[in-house]
């Protein structure tokens, strides 16, 4: 054991020795590198620290009966084969989220990110998904909010739906303005994604009307049609007659994705929901496979620095410090509170063994920590110009494209009109100036990775191939948002009239949808309208939320662990959860107070209020002005309640552990009581 | 022969691992179980299995960010 634990140390320490070399010597590095070292960090987390927790802090107990074996009903409750609840409970926890945040985290250089990515992962994202799925399939598979309010009491309960709904109604605000930004004013993206919903339908009625439940043969079938109307749209791109038909503002698509998140909320899910969540997880599946692929067989250079000059809080896709903004901007692919949804929800009642938790809790994070490796590697390897030049708003850099370059270029990051013009053109596309939202630069980053490894010629397609992937990606994972928001909004408001909370009662249904379209639909509108892209507030916004979320989940396994008079071994979920109450408590103070008005909330509110006032906008800008200072003002507000419901949380935990080192009564353990396994083999495994 | 054999293992092997991950035996898994367990009581048709699992499986959050 210590031989292997030198050795290990060994490893770190000379991955660390040639990064550091390659660093001094300002050499460009290349993408298999982070690559590799990423893949050995996991490895290394994976063996030794994710088998210590296993075995010392959580105490698995392979001779444990676990509620899919108890409870087996063959339905939800199903003893599965580990690799396929790997498989399921990977395919539900990696979203469109570790995609986006290294893309805009890039701006800071590729080495905050990166590192983020890695070490949060291996000590804080990968040990709350372990731990929390494992504490649920020792409560019959719970969810986070059951147990909070069984270990913790009333409050901490209280405080963590109401932080879920919260994250549900930023979250899927956000992924509508990325996708928004993705279609506005192309053709080709517009007619493509539209097309997916009839597909997606077509898959619905044959998986319930003429083969139900044949998964398999119906996504097939999917497959062949999405490609279609990839092929589709590119012929429909090419006559000047029907892209017309297609080619529409941010505002009249976000109307059009609201309307959608509506009808998928409220339509039954066999006809709509579905469908599009069985295409979207083998498109998902493939591509991240394909990537990975592509990646190792082209080996790009990076061409990001590893630090920018914007790690002092001036940079052009969102104002702030390296720290804490780093920290915020990505969750997903480090640490993401909404795993713990997942995690303690269908999974554990899956699992067949205890000992089973370290893969697919630990394993599957850390596979989605990769994948944002290898997002991070996608936005890095484009000329840092051209990245800039995708990614900052217009209110940023300037209007046209001769302003924009002309910014851009005076950071050092050399980029020219006719540069952009040539590869929007190669990409099939009019223009990709501030196209903010980080999918279009991972769609161009993906498209030259695919393209040098698949053929150049195809570059249009793969870049639309791209940005179908995420569309239907981010459209699912909205869907499936809002319907989840809806049940919970449905389960609040039926304390209130019971009526109300009854989810098949009609007007209840559209009462409760209507309600959580708008609360989200509010802030795509607003970020449609706001010149800067709006993604620079609603991204951190989206990621103080998902931290809270994950503050909540470690609070209530910190409480466990000390109830349980496991006090030195808390420290494994207390060290990270000490780090994200710091990390997010200063991001939401530097949001409130801070006076510079690319950071500050009510900075900035106050600064358009007093340039509308001084008449020194322009009259568009103006005619916005007044709902954009309301908003700012309201999501300051809004991050003050996220950092209270996180601070509440951790207070009442605190309470609980401190009484119950007093010697003082507090909440019983709700664990199931011990039953030994009778499934045979059990022993086999350690 | 034997190396046509061990091709013909593995693609079946592969060919259920694909169905128990996509879900396309779930309606054959649920009538083992049935039989097993309840030989006495009717077992769901394929299509009211289907639409049933469904229900549940989007009544909770089943996709993360």
Redesign the interface.
Same mark, same amino acid.
């Given at each position: 054991m210590k031989n292997r634990i030198f050795g290990a140390l060994l490893a770190i320490v000379g991955a660390f020795a040639i990064g550091g070399i390659a660093l001094q010597r300002q050499e460009p590095i290349n993408a298999l590198w982070i690559l590799t070292a990423a893949v050995c960090i996991y490895l290394l987390g994976y063996r030794f620290y994710a088998a210590w927790i296993a075995a010392r802090v959580l105490c698995v107990d392979a001779t444990r009966a676990t509620p899919a074996e108890r409870l &087996? &009903?063959?339905?939800?409750f199903?003893p599965? #084969?580990r690799?396929?609840v790997f498989?399921?409970h990977f395919a539900?926890?990696?979203?469109?989220?570790p995609l986006v945040g290294p893309t805009l985290a890039a701006q800071f250089g590729y080495l905050p990110g990166t590192l983020w990515i890695l070490i949060g992962a291996v000590f804080g994202g990968c040990v709350q998904d372990m731990t929390i799925l494992l504490l649920s399939t020792r409560r019959d598979g719970r /969810?986070l909010g059951q147990m909070a309010r069984d270990e913790l009491g009333p409050v901490g309960g209280f405080a963590a739906l109401i932080g879920t709904l919260l994250i549900m109604i930023i979250?899927s605000a956000v992924?509508g303005l990325v996708i928004v930004n993705v279609m506005k004013h192309s053709p080709w993206a517009t007619s493509t994604v539209l097309a997916t919903i009839p597909a997606a339908i077509i898959v619905g009625l044959y998986?319930?009307l003429w083969r139900?439940?044949? !998964?398999?043969e119906a /996504?097939l079938l999917g497959l062949v049609l999405i490609l279609l109307a990839l092929l589709g749209g590119g012929w429909i791109d090419h006559q000047p007659s029907l892209r017309v038909l297609f080619d529409y503002s941010a505002v009249a698509l976000a109307g059009f994705i609201i309307v959608y998140g509506f009808s998928a909320a409220t339509l039954p !899910?066999?006809l709509l929901?579905?469908p599009r969540?069985?295409l979207s997880t083998f498109l998902k599946l493939g591509t991240v496979v394909l990537l990975a692929v592509a990646i190792v067989i082209t080996h790009p250079q990076i061409k990001m620095p590893p630090l920018t000059a914007f790690v002092d809080g001036s940079g052009p896709l969102f104002g702030g410090k390296v720290f804490p903004f780093v920290f915020i901007t990505i969750?997903?692919g480090a640490i /993401?509170g909404? #795993?713990a949804?997942?995690g303690s929800?269908?999974t554990p009642k899956l699992i067949t063994n205890e000992a089973d938790v370290r893969l697919i809790g630990y394993g599957s994070m850390a596979l989605e920590s990769f994948v944002a490796i290898m997002a991070m590697i996608a936005a890095t390897l484009l000329d840092p110009g051209v990245y800039f030049a995708i990614n900052a708003g217009a209110g940023v850099v300037g209007a046209t494209p001769e302003a924009a370059v002309h910014t851009i270029s005076g950071w050092g990051f050399p980029v020219t009109v006719e540069q952009m013009r040539a590869l929007a053109s190669s990409m099939g596309e009019q223009t990709l100036f501030a196209r903010t939202g980080g999918a279009p630069s991972l769609a161009v980053g993906m498209a030259s990775i695919f393209g040098s490894t698949f053929g150049k010629g195809l570059l249009a397609i793969w870049y639309h191939f791209a940005i179908m992937f995420e569309a239907v990606f981010l459209l /699912?994972?909205l869907d499936?948002?809002t319907? !989840?928001g809806r $049940?919970m909004l449905q389960d609040l408001l039926g304390h209130l009239w019971a009526p109300l909370g009854r989810?098949s009662w009609y007007p209840s249904v559209l009462f409760a949808s209507a309600a959580m379209v708008a609360a989200w639909g509010y802030f795509l509108y607003i970020g449609v309208i706001d010149p800067n892209g709006g993604v620079n507030i609603l991204w951190p916004l $989206?990621g103080i939320s998902?931290q809270m979320l994950a503050a909540i989940a470690l609070s209530v396994a910190t409480g466990i662990l000390i109830k349980g008079g496991r006090l030195r071994y808390a420290l494994v979920t207390l060290v990270p959860l000490a780090w994200l109450a710091i990390v997010t408590t200063t991001a939401a103070w530097q949001k409130i107070t801070s006076a510079d008005a690319r950071i500050g909330l009510f900075a900035a509110a106050n600064d358009l209020a007093g340039k509308l006032a001084s008449g020194a906008l322009s009259v568009e800008r103006a005619a916005v002005a007044p709902q954009l200072i309301f908003n700012q003002r309201l999501d300051a507000y809004l991050t003050m309640l996220l950092t209270a419901i996180l601070w509440f949380v951790i207070l009442d935990m605190a309470r609980v552990c401190v009484r119950r080192m007093r010697g003082l009564p507090v909440p019983r353990s709700s664990e199931a009581a011990y039953r030994a396994t009778r499934l045979a083999g059990a022993e086999a495994v350690r | 022969m034997s190396v046509v054999r061990r091709l013909g293992t593995g693609a079946r092997a592969l060919w259920r691992l694909l169905r128990a991950l996509s879900g396309d035996d779930a309606y054959e898994r649920y009538r083992a179980h049935q039989h097993e367990r309840h030989p006495l009581e009717t077992p769901l048709s394929r299509r009211a299995f289907y639409e049933q699992s469904q229900r549940r499986k989007w009544h909770g959050v089943s996709r993360c960010c």
């Open positions: &087996n &009903n063959g339905r939800d199903v599965t #084969h690799a396929i498989g399921h539900a926890i990696a979203g469109p989220g /969810s979250l992924l998986l319930r139900p439940g044949r !998964v398999l /996504s !899910v066999w929901l579905a969540d069985y969750a997903c /993401s909404f #795993h949804l997942i929800g269908t /699912s994972t499936a948002g319907r !989840v $049940f989810t $989206f998902n | -």
